[in-house]
């Protein structure tokens, strides 16, 4: 069973920053990849970032890229979602997910695991 818990939300004004963190255990933690969602009240929970294991690779919604870059730190079971130039729409509930097998990494019908989230406010 594979765990994740995001950490690293608050509070920032427009035009800053802030850094998600989403370490995993369990054991084994074999995964694809792992993905950030994000979700305000009222809205469905929509797709942000993910990274893909084996093949290193990354990809961002067009809400974000250019702002948002996401990385793992390869000494352990955690990724990273560094935001930049937060804008007011930027303020949702962050989730943090995995994928077990080779799935579409924008579809949030195929992960696995997911964390509980970390609230992000941005305000203007």
């Known amino acids: 069973q594979v765990q994740l818990v995001e950490s690293g939300g608050g509070v920032v004004q427009a035009g800053g920053s802030l850094r998600l963190s989403c370490a995993g255990s369990?054991?084994?933690?074999?995964?694809?990849?792992m993905g950030w969602f994000r979700q305000v009240p009222g809205k469905e929970r929509e797709f942000v970032s993910a990274?893909?294991?084996?093949?290193?690779?990354?990809i961002y919604s067009e809400y974000v890229k250019g702002r948002f870059t996401i990385s793992k730190d390869n000494t352990k079971d955690t990724v990273y979602l560094q935001m930049n130039n937060l804008k007011p729409e930027d303020t949702a509930r962050y989730y943090c997910?995995?994928?077990?097998?080779?799935?579409?990494?924008?579809?949030?019908?195929?992960?696995?695991?997911w964390g509980q989230g970390t609230q992000v406010t941005v305000s203007s």
């Open positions: 990274y893909t294991w084996s093949a290193r690779s990354t």
């Open positions: 997910a995995a994928l077990k097998s080779r799935a579409a990494v924008t579809s949030i019908l195929d992960y696995d695991y």
């Open positions: 369990g054991r084994p933690f074999n995964i694809y990849a």
